[in-house]
């Protein structure tokens, strides 16, 4: 049974960092575009970072771009997203996505592309 669970999520002031991590067991994701995205209540989900199989590329939304930064170990099998200067804007349950395609070339930007999805992790921002 494939599984992503993302942990690092909590409560942390206007400013400060936290670190998420998305962990995928049941198969390797080693060889797959993965992505995080952010739902807010009343809100559609929006997409947040992407990087490539091989982590040589990274995209960002234009709101998190400069504050944020996605990474991957793929000997772990894990994803990360590192949050820092958050604000209260930034307040979601934040998604990590994995897509199937093997070795795509790029990066994976739309929810309907990604095939795997996790339980989610909430993030509040307080100013």
């Known amino acids: 049974q494939v599984q992503l669970v993302e942990s690092g999520g909590g409560l942390v002031q206007d400013g400060g960092s936290l670190r998420l991590s998305c962990a995928a067991s049941?198969?390797?994701?080693?060889?797959?575009?993965m992505g995080w995205f952010r739902q807010a209540p009343g809100k559609e989900r929006e997409f947040v970072a992407a990087i490539s199989w091989s982590g040589g590329t990274t995209y960002y939304a234009d709101s998190v771009k400069g504050r944020f930064t996605i990474s991957r170990d793929n000997a772990k099998n894990t994803v990360y997203l590192q949050m820092n200067n958050l604000k209260p804007e930034d307040t979601a349950v934040y998604y990590c996505?994995?897509?199937?395609?093997?070795?795509?070339?790029?990066?994976?930007?739309?929810?309907?592309?990604?095939?795997?999805w996790g339980q989610g992790t909430q993030v509040t921002v307080s100013s």
């Open positions: 049941g198969r390797t994701f080693s060889s797959h575009a």
């Open positions: 996505a994995a897509d199937l395609r093997f070795r795509r070339v790029g990066v994976v930007t739309r929810t309907d592309e990604y095939d795997y």
